[in-house]
Each structure stands twice: as C-alpha cells, then as structure tokens.
C-alpha cells in the first residue's frame, strides 16, 4: 500500500494526467472534486478511478464561497489592478479548506495539486495550506522536474492522456487553460499568449458578445442587507439562487467581460480573459448603494484599504491576519448598506440608474438647487477662510522661495 495524498481533482486536462503520474509513482490517490459552481458534470467517480485514483471525493461549498468569499470581496470593492474581480483567486483558499479537511480524514498529510510553477495558484493553494495544516507536505508535478521531462507542456499533456485513455477537452488545436465557478471563468493560453490578437467568440460560456446581445435594454433591482445581496426585483433568493440568476441576465447582456493583462504574484505578466456577469452587477449595484448610505470619510479610508484587500486575495493571503483585520473594517463599514439599486443592462454595459435605501445620508433639503433648503450657504465664507488659512500663509514663503504653480 502506498501513501496516501490527497489531489485537487477537476477532471481537466492537467488534473487527469497527474492522477495517472501519482499513481504510476506508488501513491494512493484520493481525487478530490469541489463544487464552487462549475456548470460541469461532477460526476467524475468513474473518471478518476479509470485514470488511476483509490478514491474519489465530491464536496459541495458553494454556499460558503459565495457568502464569504465573492460576496465579501464585493462588500470591500476589491478588485485586483482596479479591474480584475478575482473569481479564480477567491475559490482556491476554499477549494484548499475542503482538501485539508479530506486530508485531516484520511490521515494524511500529503496534498498535490495541478497549479504550474508560474501561475498564482500554486501560492494560494499553499499558503492557505500551511496556515491550516502546518505540516503539510505539498506535491506539484508541474514543478518536478521528472514530471516535466515527461510532460513538458499542454501538448504531451494532450497526447500522454490520449495514450493511457484519459478523455479531455482540450485539444492541440484548442489548448485552452480554463477555470470556471459561480462567480466567473477564466480563458488564458492558446492564442491568448499573444496580447495583441482578440479572444474568440467560441471560448465564451457565461455571456454572449456584445454585439449579438438583445436591442432593448432590462432593468433590474438588485436589494441589499448590510451589504450582503440579497434580492432580485424585490424577491428574495438564497445567495447561490441569486448570484446564478444574476449570470444568467447579464450574461444576456454580454455584461462582465475583461480581457487584461496583468501582474501576477510570481513577477510576470500575463493574459487573461474573463466572464463575470452576475459579480459585475453586483459590484456596480453595491458601489452605487454605497454612494447613498455610506459616510464619506469611512468610504475613503475602506477605498484606500481596497487595493491592499485585492492584493492579499490574489497574492493567496486569505488566512492571514492582516486579511482578517481588514474584513473586520469592511464588515463594520457595510452597516446599514441596505436598500436596493436599479440597473440598466444594455449590450455589455451595466450601469446604475436609481437607488432607495431606509439609511439613506442623502438629504434633498441639503443638496437642493433651488431656492430655500435647510443649508445656510453664508456658513460656506467661514469655512473657506479656516481651510485656506495655510495657502494664505504659505503664499507669502513661496514667493520668497520663487516657486510657481502655473
């Protein structure tokens, strides 16, 4: 009998054939699928046990990933480069908590994964590993140089599954590297590796092009408790319901789609096309409550935290402290962001067009243009004169100085 380890198991391509490499090498493996949301078959029993696996492990947390993983990351405005929603790097610190505790039952302690050695979910995988299971010991093929020398790219990875009779979807003409959940799914390599040539109609799954959605315009509304979504056209939905529902409308629309270049953790750039519907409503629906409920000052300061959130979350530090303290600002920063916001999607875009909410800061006898109102702009000289004091005093010194601002 050999030792046991514990595989980060989705059926694709990099994951089939490591089930084949482990096992060829002695270990028993137990294939480990995680349901965050992936509209794929998952049931891969028979897949993983052909391909070489002891045992095969299916674990549903999509509940879990979408309330405090993607929902949370909406409630803090992260998103990574002020662009990138995350979708891949929310899931893999949930995927890993369900790998562990597998591993903790199994009595084990070996874990492997099919992240390559320049990508960003080889971090996240194991620095969530370690701040659960500090004695883990992580197995990643594609950073061994024995299974590399066998398999040194997608294509031999195509050909060595073809040749033991391992089915996958990729294709030498389609190598495609993709992850899908709820919250979004990602296209990277092929033809993506050249920054300069666009992504292909065909690779789309979440959301239709722009140009080939509906002529007319739907408006929705999207409710909020505490910055939580949690209705749609005031019904309530459970946080799966509501997120998937979401996709499907916007991804109508052609609403949600980022195609980037960006900075990953390891040092290098890379390229990556996203469909994220429903998280691209929700993040707009959410920003443009805030903008209604939240104080100004406490939006400020969680905005100057958001890049440093984004950072932590894509880096792969989601069990860390400073993470944790965050999310206690952010948590106390979402009080009383309740109310709902009315969307207008059209052809990709999702714009905010009202807003209502019971804690609403605005006041129309305060901002009001017209006549009367209960502000006293005579209190305005007063300020002014107090906020530029420092310019009148500084004014003096700079003319000695000769420094010109214009």
Same mark, same amino acid.
């Given at each position: 009998?050999?030792?046991?380890?514990?595989?980060?198991?989705?059926?694709?391509?990099?994951?089939?054939?490591?089930?084949?490499?482990?096992?060829?090498?002695?270990?028993?493996?137990?294939?480990?699928?995680?349901?965050?949301?992936?509209?794929?078959?998952?049931?891969?029993?028979?897949?993983?046990?052909?391909?070489?696996?002891?045992?095969?492990?299916?674990?549903?947390?999509?509940? +879990?990933?979408?309330? #405090?993983?993607?929902?949370?990351?909406? *409630? /803090?405005?992260? $998103?990574? =480069?002020?662009?990138?929603?995350?979708?891949?790097?929310?899931?893999?610190?949930?995927?890993?908590?369900?790998?562990?505790?597998?591993?903790?039952?199994?009595?084990?302690?070996?874990?492997?994964?099919?992240?390559?050695?320049?990508?960003?979910?080889?971090?996240?995988?194991?620095?969530?590993?370690?701040?659960?299971?500090?004695?883990?010991?992580?197995?990643?093929?594609?950073?061994?140089?024995?299974?590399?020398?066998?398999?040194?790219?997608?294509?031999?990875?195509?050909?060595?599954?073809?040749?033991?009779?391992?089915?996958?979807?990729?294709?030498?003409?389609?190598?495609?590297?993709?992850?899908?959940?709820?919250?979004?799914?990602?296209?990277?390599?092929?033809?993506?590796?050249?920054?300069?040539?666009?992504?292909? +109609?065909?690779?789309? #799954?979440?959301?239709?092009?722009?140009? *080939? /959605?509906?002529? $007319?315009? =739907?408006?929705?509304?999207?409710?909020?408790?505490?910055?939580?979504?949690?209705?749609?056209?005031?019904?309530?939905?459970?946080?799966?319901?509501?997120?998937?529902?979401?996709?499907?409308?916007?991804?109508?629309?052609?609403?949600?789609?980022?195609?980037?270049?960006?900075?990953?953790?390891?040092?290098?750039?890379?390229?990556?096309?996203?469909?994220?519907?429903?998280?691209?409503?929700?993040?707009?629906?959410?920003?443009?409550?805030?903008?209604?409920?939240?104080?100004?000052?406490?939006?400020?300061?969680?905005?100057?935290?958001?890049?440093?959130?984004?950072?932590?979350?894509?880096?792969?530090?989601?069990?860390?402290?400073?993470?944790?303290?965050?999310?206690?600002?952010?948590?106390?920063?979402?009080?009383?962001?309740?109310?709902?916001? #009315?969307?207008?999607?059209?052809?990709?875009?999702?714009?905010?067009?009202?807003?209502?909410?019971?804690?609403?800061?605005?006041?129309?006898?305060?901002?009001?243009?017209?006549?009367?109102?209960?502000?006293?702009?005579?209190?305005?000289?007063?300020?002014?004169?107090?906020?530029?004091?420092?310019?009148?005093?500084?004014?003096?010194?700079?003319?000695?100085?000769?420094?010109?601002?214009?």
């Amino acid at each position: 009998m050999g030792k046991k380890v514990v595989l980060a198991y989705s059926g694709g391509l990099d994951t089939s054939v490591i089930v084949k490499w482990l096992a060829d090498k002695g270990y028993d493996v137990v294939a480990v699928t995680v349901d965050v949301g992936q509209k794929e078959d998952l049931n891969l029993e028979k897949k993983a046990l052909a391909s070489g696996a002891k045992k095969f492990v299916l674990k549903d947390i999509k509940k +879990d990933f979408v309330e #405090k993983g993607v929902f949370q990351c909406i *409630k /803090a405005d992260a $998103k990574y =480069e002020g662009r990138y929603l995350m979708g891949t790097s929310i899931a893999r610190p949930f995927i890993m908590k369900a790998l562990v505790e597998v591993a903790e039952k199994e009595g084990t302690n070996l874990i492997a994964h099919g992240a390559t050695g320049k990508g960003n979910d080889q971090c996240r995988f194991e620095l969530t590993a370690y701040a659960l299971m500090p004695d883990a010991q992580i197995i990643a093929p594609w950073r061994d140089e024995s299974f590399r020398a066998l398999i040194p790219g997608r294509k031999e990875a195509i050909e060595y599954a073809k040749k033991h009779g391992i089915l996958v979807s990729a294709t030498v003409e389609k190598p495609y590297s993709t992850d899908e959940n709820i919250a979004h799914k990602s296209n990277e390599a092929g033809v993506l590796e050249d920054p300069w040539k666009e992504s292909e +109609d065909y690779m789309y #799954k979440l959301l239709v092009p722009a140009e *080939k /959605a509906p002529d $007319k315009p =739907e408006f929705i509304t999207i409710g909020f408790e505490d910055g939580m979504p949690v209705s749609i056209n005031s019904k309530k939905h459970s946080s799966v319901e509501l997120l998937d529902k979401l996709n499907e409308i916007g991804g109508k629309h052609g609403v949600g789609l980022l195609d980037m270049v960006e900075n990953r953790f390891v040092g290098m750039k890379s390229r990556g096309v996203y469909e994220a519907p429903g998280a691209t409503i929700l993040y707009a629906a959410h920003r443009d409550l805030e903008g209604l409920t939240m104080d100004r000052d406490l939006m400020h300061l969680r905005d100057m935290l958001a890049p440093r959130y984004a950072e932590l979350v894509y880096y792969g530090y989601w069990c860390g402290r400073e993470f944790q303290a965050l999310n206690a600002l952010v948590d106390a920063s979402q009080k009383g962001v309740t109310g709902e916001v #009315k969307v207008k999607l059209y052809k990709g875009s999702c714009m905010p067009v009202a807003r209502k909410s019971p804690y609403s800061l605005y006041d129309e006898s305060i901002a009001t243009m017209e006549r009367g109102g209960s502000y006293n702009q005579n209190d305005a000289t007063g300020f002014l004169r107090i906020q530029g004091l420092p310019a009148r005093v500084q004014s003096k010194v700079n003319k000695k100085l000769g420094i010109k601002f214009f």
